[in-house]
């Protein structure tokens, strides 16, 4: 027996010994043939920056900064394949960049492009790219990265997740053209926002990727293995589902802030929302992104840290299905929309983080203004009425309502298993609607076979479904309420209206917002009107932080946007 | 024993073979597939198409499983969806964090289970007996991942906040930020220390089931002729316990570790979760949600491997443990 225990403890021991042999000091990417290759010309470069560009003597640089989240990037700095939020934050403002990003008002400014020209009529853009910025491996980044990036995310083989942005440019390579190294030229089609792609679109290195075909590029091992950017921080490490270091990058342009003020980044993920709030509150991590509202009060009454929230760019809704014969007439909808009280449920759910919701334009859009709409108040007394009239009535004494051939109001709202808020919007629009003669069943469905459900135009297995939807500064509602679209994934509400149509092809093409204006709120009246989803709420995105942390900033465009900016606190490191 | 281990082996193909084909159909003809992970706003059937295509979707079920069997014979798990690399890649990097906690777990629940139903049995129904079967049952009858919060509720975050303990333990994570940055031994602690709180979780509800076990044993063995033998030769009795009567009573508790490994392996799923472990259960898991069909495959796989092997080496043990027992 001793013996037996003996050789336990030895085989454990060799477990452990080994496991701990794992790492290794230096850049660590896998043994992938392509990373083995660009890994050392990226340490070439570090050795050789950290050298040419000392770091400053001034005691806001150095340290570490942790942060934790529940997620991995599951593709990291390739842009061209990816449609995670995490992943598109660390492509604009920590590994890549891009043309250009926004000021706090929403406004373009220069970043990788140092300038650039919008012809005169319209149909192209041309971009000076900055002659002081080089790939983390050492080449300099210029026009042909940029022509490579634009011609493999316009190509409908790479599959690029976001493929609304280049609607009305011109794709593949007819839509570009490099007129100098630094020069690059851009074609499309006037139409609103147009420059909004070039602000999350991460520039990709033509040297490392150009020859990769375009279907490959999803399976790449550049994402997630060992991405080479040219942002203010430099990949060191990642190791899946628990964390990516990145280093700060001394060659990073003086005129952009030069090298950040932070030595190391660390990204952790903590897949338990619980963990997370421990690991903040014990200081093993500096920033908790995305705590749940009912975390918020902890983190405000610990001392050493801080909350911050802001408008996020998400909203939460029920969408209904139109083609369902209990919901096609729009004063249904209208009922349903009315006879629950969502300024109340919010409240409850979000616990004051967080606005409520008339239509799909957020706080943040500078098309947002709730006071000039119809109301959508709670109105029980209003939504029988709308009921009556729509000629569902309660015949049998049931206490549900029914229509006269004898159809029963009763709807099912499906949610995703696992999530707490929106189990809550169905239970609780099941107890108020049950008030007005509406019989709700909440039915809670597996996230993969709800999307099938929802999504698979055959399908469309659903009454009402909690959904959240995010959206980008350049707003579009065309994928779900436009009837050409109807048979595409997103027409969850089967909406049908010609003047919504007009309205939403008006609002894509016209690129001046006082025009603009004027449509928006027209087409925000008719989704009113029409009530294809009742909106929830736009949630605050909230984000716990350690006091040691400085000069964060935090709006719509993300977490991330002015990390390069961050410092730690000199008496705290 | 050589004959016996390899005709175990032999017959073990077909049964992993089965798991492996029913699980291949069960992920398969599950709802929904990985395109829609991957949708977003503007994207058109064509593209979903192209991007099915770009995974080897477009196939009918009966021709991937052919393909996946053909490919998985020689070697070849394929590429993960999710992860974007080979399966293999991915699965050496998990698979090692799995099993160094599983391995940790397993042996802290005997050696205590062992112990503390052995002291149990020497001194039946003493004040100590009963205590101590009061807290296993405590232990026993409480769900793992409650008990995992629960520690990381008093021996991290009270420990640190609110105890001012000189000693707490990290809450999540298998390394310190600063690992690479350690000298050795400080490498060895940090690992350890790391380890304490998922092994604790997971070890404490089988320790208990164990102690149970080990307890009603050792109390048959010590009732025998030759327990009684040995003492009246005047023998003290921790020699008696731990060198006549532990052998003995050890063999029923042998077949648990046939029986506990495919209870640590999903006791893992949440455990690696809740302490962010970039294990094996907590990836199959995600894969399973994001229909990452080969990752689940060859998980599975693996899982089915270890579980019969574990089987096997239980069985091995009780010629080890026992000589009267031969396998020619």
């Known amino acids: ?573 | 024993m050589t004959r016996y281990i390899i005709r175990r082996l032999l017959s073990a193909i077909p049964l992993v073979l089965g798991i492996a084909t029913i699980v291949f159909f069960a992920v398969n003809l599950a709802p929904g597939d990985p395109t829609l992970y991957f949708l977003s706003p503007g994207m058109t059937q064509d593209v979903i198409e192209q991007m099915r295509v770009n995974f080897g979707l477009d196939q009918p079920v009966h021709v991937r499983y052919l393909r996946w069997l053909g490919a998985m014979l020689t070697g070849d798990f394929g590429y993960s969806i999710s992860h974007s690399r080979p399966v293999l890649e991915v699965l050496m990097d998990f698979l090692p964090n799995t099993l160094v906690l599983s391995a940790c777990a397993l042996f802290v629940a005997f050696l205590f289970g062992i112990i503390i139903g052995t002291i149990q049995a020497v001194r039946q129904y003493s004040v100590m007996d009963s205590s101590m079967s009061v807290v296993l049952l405590f232990f026993y009858s409480m769900p793992s991942f409650w008990l995992a919060l629960m520690l990381i509720l008093t021996l991290s975050l009270f420990a640190r906040n609110v105890w001012d303990l000189p000693i707490w333990f990290p809450a999540s994570g298998i390394v310190s930020v600063d690992y690479d940055f350690l000298t050795l031994s400080e490498k060895v602690r940090d690992r350890v220390m790391h380890l304490v709180l998922p092994t604790l979780s997971l070890a404490l509800v089988l320790t208990a089931g164990i102690a149970r076990y080990m307890r009603g044993s050792m109390l048959e063995v010590i009732r025998q002729d030759y327990i009684r033998t040995a003492k009246a030769k005047g023998l003290s009795e921790a020699v008696v316990v731990f060198k006549h009567a532990l052998r003995n009573a050890l063999i029923p508790v042998i077949t648990l570790v046939g029986l506990y490994i495919p209870v640590l392996f999903s006791g893992t799923i949440f455990i690696e979760t809740i302490f962010a472990w970039p294990g094996m259960g907590r990836t199959i898991y995600d894969a399973i949600f994001i229909r990452d069909y080969p990752l689940v495959m060859a998980g599975t796989f693996f899982f089915a491997i270890m579980v019969v092997v574990a089987n096997l080496i239980a069985d091995v043990l009780y010629a080890v443990i026992d000589p009267r027992i031969r396998y020619e």
Not at chain 1, 112 to 123: N, S
Not at chain 1, 263 to 290: F, S
Not at chain 1, 389 to 406: H, K, L, N, P, Y
């Open chain 1, 1 to 573: 027996m001793k013996e037996l225990l003996k050789k336990g403890l030895i085989g454990i021991g060799t477990v452990l010994g080994l496991a701990s042999c794992g790492g290794s000091d230096g850049r660590i990417g896998s043994s992938d043939p392509f990373c083995q290759q660009v890994l050392p010309a990226v340490e070439a470069f570090m050795t050789q920056a950290s050298e040419a560009y000392p770091t400053p003597d001034e005691p806001r640089y150095g340290g570490t900064v942790v942060l934790g989240t529940i997620g991995d990037m599951p593709d990291g700095l390739n842009s061209a394949v990816s449609s995670n939020y995490s992943d598109a934050q660390h492509q604009q403002f920590v590994g890549l960049m891009t043309l250009i990003n926004y000021d706090a008002r929403g406004e373009a400014r220069a970043y990788l492009a140092e300038d650039w020209e919008v012809a005169p009529d319209g149909r192209s853009i041309t971009f000076q790219i900055r002659q002081d910025v080089r790939w983390h491996d050492g080449e300099q980044t210029d026009a042909y990265d940029v022509a490579f990036t634009y011609e493999a995310v316009t190509d409908p083989l790479t599959a690029f997740p976001n493929a609304a942005f280049w609607d009305h440019y011109v794709k593949g390579p007819d839509g570009v053209e490099v007129i100098d190294d630094f020069t690059i030229r851009i074609r499309l089609e006037p139409h609103a926002d147009f420059m909004d792609p070039f602000r999350t679109l991460g520039i990709l290195p033509e040297h490392l990727l150009g020859d990769v075909p375009h279907d490959q590029l999803k399976l790449h091992p550049y994402g997630t293995q060992c991405p080479v950017g040219n942002g203010p921080f430099v990949f060191a490490q990642h190791i899946p589902q628990d964390r990516w270091v990145f280093e700060a990058n001394p060659a990073f342009p003086e005129a952009l802030g030069g090298r950040p003020f932070l030595d190391r980044y660390v990204y952790r993920v903590i897949p338990e929302q619980t963990t997370l709030l421990t690991e903040l509150l014990i200081e093993d991590i500096d920033v908790y992104i995305a705590p749940r509202p009912d975390q918020a009060q902890q983190i405000i009454d610990n001392q050493n840290l801080e909350l911050l929230n802001f408008s996020g760019r998400s909203y939460v809704f029920v969408g209904w299905n139109a083609r369902k014969p209990q919901l096609a007439d729009s004063r249904v909808r209208r009922a349903i929309t009315i006879g629950t009280n969502r300024a109340e449920i919010v409240e409850a759910i979000l616990q004051g983080y967080g606005q409520v919701a008339n239509t799909g334009v957020p706080p943040f859009h500078w098309a947002y203004d709730p006071e000039s709409m119809p109301s959508l108040e709670y109105n029980p007394d209003r939504a029988k009425v709308l009921l009556d009239e729509a000629g569902w009535q309660d015949r049998d004494g049931d206490g549900v309502r029914e229509s006269e051939d004898g159809t029963r109001l009763s709807l099912s709202i499906k949610y995703n298993t696992g999530n707490q808020q929106r189990q809550d919007i169905a239970e609780i629009m099941q107890q108020q609607l049950g008030a007005v003669g509406i019989e709700i069943q909440p039915q809670v469905v597996e996230w993969g076979t709800l999307l099938q459900q929802i999504n698979t135009p055959e399908l469309r297995d659903f009454d009402g479904v909690v959904m959240g939807w995010v959206v980008e500064f350049k707003l579009d509602d065309i994928d779900l309420f436009h009837s050409e679209r109807i048979d595409q994934p997103y027409a969850w509400s089967g909406t049908e209206n010609l003047e919504i149509d007009r309205l939403l092809e008006e609002l894509s093409i016209t690129a001046d917002r006082s025009e603009a204006m004027v449509l928006w709120k027209e087409y925000q009246e008719l989704l009113i009107e029409e009530q294809p989803y009742t909106y929830f709420y736009f949630p605050d995105r909230l984000e716990g932080i350690n006091r040691r942390v400085k000069g964060v900033e935090v709006d719509a465009r993300g977490e991330w946007l002015n990390i390069k900016d961050w410092y730690l606190d000199p008496a705290s490191r």
